[in-house]
């Protein structure tokens, strides 16, 4: 009885959903014109939020074969969906169409696939335009990268008979206890997904716990993280080259930093400089680009001199401070480190992707505060590949540590590569669950 009414209760709430969405369209077309003149985070490419996509999206040129689209919401998913998208193009030839949520994905998305991959905003959660975009690119198959649940999207594509599958999902426990309080809404949302590869078994088993089939369910790990061997050096290469570093130049960044951090991490820089027998390049990459404005008046105030990123890519570099301005780009400059170090930590922002260092077979550094993070945590320290500390003596402290003791600092780099290796078989899991999809359909 109580299933009856959870389910019941499923169809009248995404009902009401879907009767709201459609109601608000006719207000939401009248107001495109001025809105598209305001521009803006909310209203940036508004026409494709309402499914009016260039008519060349779905023409016949370029890649032929099944036609995959991947939904993201923004830059962290896009790193998964870059990561299979690589994959899937190394096993065989497709047409890939990337949905993402925010301006900032869109960017970031384009800049680093190009022309290889169709990048779009995805529309509005209603079920005409979300029927509009099937019509549009005509995909063979529909991944979900990691838990993107919108209602009448996922629905949609369900009732559109495309092949559905969701990779590198996770439930954290505070989302688990909010979707059971709608667990009849959330087994009609995933009941479309005839696969489901899931990060840690207990993800799994609360994917099971809202309706999905056990045999659809399979864990294989986190494929965010993932970089081909080979591409470690040369990204290396190519940013040290860009930052007119010398070979033995050491660099020290601090990654995602957030307000009063700098303060924090300025003594580590000023000692980790005097202890070092090279020079010490220090790169800063705020979270958030409003603040670099303030950074160079903090720098200028302690009588030190900043170049910005997009100086050093025009030859300009003539500090050996360097402020990221450029979104985008912090993930992969990781790769010129050699102490890495992860903001948010230090001061209690709950931390960030540490996980983006050690993909690229470094160690990474962080503080206390990482309660948003602590799955990576779990999983880096124990390894051996990441250290945390409890504020900016400590990390100085281990910092000039590996500085001075290169046989620690090596090993602490073979953890991260091991840890990596991980990574990419979470990776091949995902794609495979993928393909024997794209191998049922035909």
Same mark, same amino acid.
């Given at each position: 009885? +109580? ?12 009902? @009401?959903? $879907?009767?709201?969405? $459609?109601?608000?369209?006719? !207000?939401?077309? @009248? ?75 869109? %960017?970031?998305? #384009? ?5 290889? !991959? ?28 990691? /838990? #993107? ?5 996922? &629905? $949609? ?47 799994? *088993? ?6 999905? =089939?056990? &045999? ?16 470690? =050096? ?27 951090? *700098? #303060? ?19 790169? !800063?990459?705020?979270?958030? +680009?409003?603040? +670099?404005?303030?950074?160079? #008046?903090?720098? &200028?105030?302690?009588? %030190?001199?900043? $170049?910005? +990123? ?63 993070? /602590? ?15 409890? &504020? ?5 402290? !281990? ?40 191998? *049922?359909?035909?």
């Amino acid at each position: 009885m +109580l299933a009856l009414l959870s389910d019941r209760a499923a169809k009248v709430l995404y009902r @009401l959903y $879907t009767l709201l969405g $459609t109601g608000i369209l006719p !207000v939401v077309y @009248l107001l495109a014109p001025p809105a598209n003149l305001i521009g803006g985070r909310f209203f940036y490419r508004l026409n494709e939020r309402l499914a009016r996509y260039p008519l060349t999206i779905n023409d016949s040129t370029g890649r032929v074969g099944k036609r995959i689209w991947l939904h993201a919401a923004s830059v962290g998913e896009i790193q998964v969906a870059g990561n299979i998208i690589a994959e899937l193009a190394r096993r065989g030839t497709y047409r890939f169409f990337l949905t993402v949520m925010t301006e900032q994905g869109r %960017l970031v998305a #384009e800049k680093k696939f190009g022309g290889r !991959v169709t990048c779009l905003m995805a529309p509005l959660d209603i079920p005409c335009l979300v029927r509009r975009l099937i019509t549009h690119i005509q995909p063979d198959i529909f991944i979900c990268v990691e /838990t #993107e649940l919108w209602p009448a999207l996922l &629905d $949609t594509v369900r009732l559109a008979g495309i092949g559905m599958v969701l990779v590198n999902g996770r439930i954290s426990s505070r989302s688990f206890c909010r979707y059971r309080r709608i667990s009849g809404l959330m087994q009609r949302l995933l009941c479309g997904f005839q696969a489901v590869v899931v990060i840690r078994p207990e993800d799994g *088993e609360r994917f099971v716990a809202l309706g999905v =089939a056990r &045999d659809r369910v399979r864990v294989g790990g986190n494929s965010k993280y993932c970089t081909a061997p080979d591409a470690r =050096a040369e990204m290396r290469e190519r940013y040290r080259k860009q930052l007119n570093l010398g070979p033995t130049d050491t660099v020290f960044i601090s990654g995602s930093t957030r307000s009063g951090e *700098e #303060e924090l991490l300025l003594p580590v820089y000023q000692r980790l400089r005097s202890q070092s027998d090279t020079r010490l390049v220090w790169i !800063v990459a705020p979270r958030h +680009l409003q603040r +670099l404005g303030g950074l160079q #008046e903090f720098f &200028d105030r302690n009588g %030190l001199s900043a $170049t910005l +990123l997009s100086q050093c890519a025009a030859g300009k570099q003539t500090a050996d401070i360097i402020l990221v301005d450029c979104m985008g780009e912090l993930a992969d400059l990781y790769a010129a480190g050699d102490f890495n170090f992860c903001g948010g930590s230090l001061v209690d922002k709950g931390g960030h992707n540490i996980m983006e260092i050690v993909r690229w077979g470094l160690p990474v550094y962080f503080g206390p505060f990482m309660q948003d993070f /602590t799955d990576a945590v779990a999983i880096v320290v124990p390894a051996g590949a990441g250290f945390q500390v409890d &504020d900016g003596d400590g990390l100085a402290m !281990v910092l000039s540590d590996h500085l001075h003791n290169q046989k620690k600092y090596d090993r602490a780099c073979r953890a991260a590569v091991e840890l990596g290796h991980r990574q990419n078989r979470a990776l091949r899991h995902q794609v495979d669950a993928v393909c024997r999809m794209l191998q *049922e359909r035909g």
